[in-house]
């Protein structure tokens, strides 16, 4: 643990610190960069993020890293059919001793929590599990109580199987920060998997892995506080309004970028350009973080499903049509 958890942690010592956890999670998850990155830029941002990936990719594996990387508790949830939104939020229950109702907290009140294969469980539970990302509170018998900070919701979903699923719709979509891809590795990354494993790797102990903590909530703060003070030229917020606005106008696209897509994608630049060692935005940074911010708020027209057309092609089509400011 570091040692500047009660004194004031620099902006510098923030962006080390993170540089650090990037380190340590390597110890235990082979590639997924992008996937570090987009956990990394969405607790920053205090958003949350949607993990597309087959099973067996690491997903779990990933948020359990980051947590002890971080010194921050974390919990699992299996989403299925027949999970009540009280199961995640926690309920009311009578209790004995006190002869009084009293309130159980739910997996929710944590740092991070896994929410594996979101699309699985009932729409009345996503609901609930979004309203809690949405406001960082949960409500019970007329009472709010709050949520922890850090507060991340790593949501995972299989992009192959539908059957026995409940698609997020666009609305709930949007208020995913990030969506982002974990893809099946390289052949040469999937050798070092093997190799750690016959090394004797237990991926459900990442302290054996070498994985320590080398940051903290308050680590996590400062880094936050930073990255409210990146400076947005007026050509680069621009910039940002018309990636939106092509989007609207695809002929493509059914649902383009919404306002709060666009603010989204200003806020994960910020991040990104922070993380970068940069007090300021550039296009780069808006370009980079495009995809991941933006593709899940799409919604292609039946008619170019049909032709085959996808989601991160239109988008980068959009992307292309704007001019870069200078």
């Given amino acids: 643990m570091t040692q500047q958890t009660h004194a004031t942690v620099t902006s510098q010592q923030a962006r080390e ?10 110890k235990a998850v082979v590639g997924q960069d992008a996937a570090v990155s987009g956990l990394l830029v969405a607790l920053l941002c205090g958003g949350h993020v949607l993990m597309e990936g087959v099973p067996g990719v690491a997903k779990t594996l990933l948020v359990r890293s980051l947590a002890a990387a971080l010194s921050v508790d ?11 939104p009280g199961d995640i939020t926690g309920s009311m229950v009578y209790d004995n001793h006190a002869a009084r109702l009293s309130f159980r907290e739910g997996p929710l009140f944590t740092n991070l929590l896994l929410a594996d294969e979101i699309n699985r469980t009932p ?16 409500s019970a018998d007329g009472t709010s109580r709050p949520l922890p900070r850090p507060f991340l919701v790593a949501a995972t979903q299989n992009p192959v199987e539908y059957e026995g699923t409940y698609p997020l ?4 979509l949007d208020r995913f920060l990030l969506k982002v891809i974990l893809p099946v590795p390289e052949r ?4 070092e998997i093997l190799q750690r494993h016959a090394d004797g790797f237990d991926p ?39 990636i939106a606005r092509a989007t609207r106008v695809s002929p493509s696209l059914s649902l383009g970028v919404s306002p709060r897509g666009a603010t989204a994608l200003l806020r994960t ?12 935005v550039t296009p780069d940074d808006v370009k980079a973080l495009a995809g991941a911010t933006l593709a899940h708020r799409l919604g292609l027209r039946p008619e170019a499903e049909l ?20």
């Fill in 17 to 26: 610190s993170l540089d650090a956890v990037r380190r340590e999670v390597a």
């Fill in 123 to 138: 729409p009345k539970t996503q609901s609930a599990l979004l309203e809690a990302m949405e406001e960082g509170q949960v």
């Fill in 169 to 172: 719709p666009e609305a709930q």
């Fill in 307 to 326: 032709e085959g057309v996808d989601v991160a092609q239109v988008l980068q089509s959009a992307v292309d049509s704007v001019p870069v400011p200078r």
């Fill in 74 to 84: 974390t919990k699992r949830v299996q989403f299925t059919p027949d999970l009540m």
């Fill in 269 to 280: 630049s910020r991040a990104w350009a922070w993380l970068q060692g940069r007090a300021f």
């Fill in 204 to 242: 459900h102990d990442v302290s054996a892995a070498g994985v320590r903590p080398v940051a903290d909530a308050a680590h996590v703060r400062a880094a936050a506080a930073a990255v409210r003070s990146v400076a947005v030229a007026p050509e680069v917020s621009g910039y940002v309004v018309d």
């Fill in 188 to 191: 040469a990354e999937e050798l």
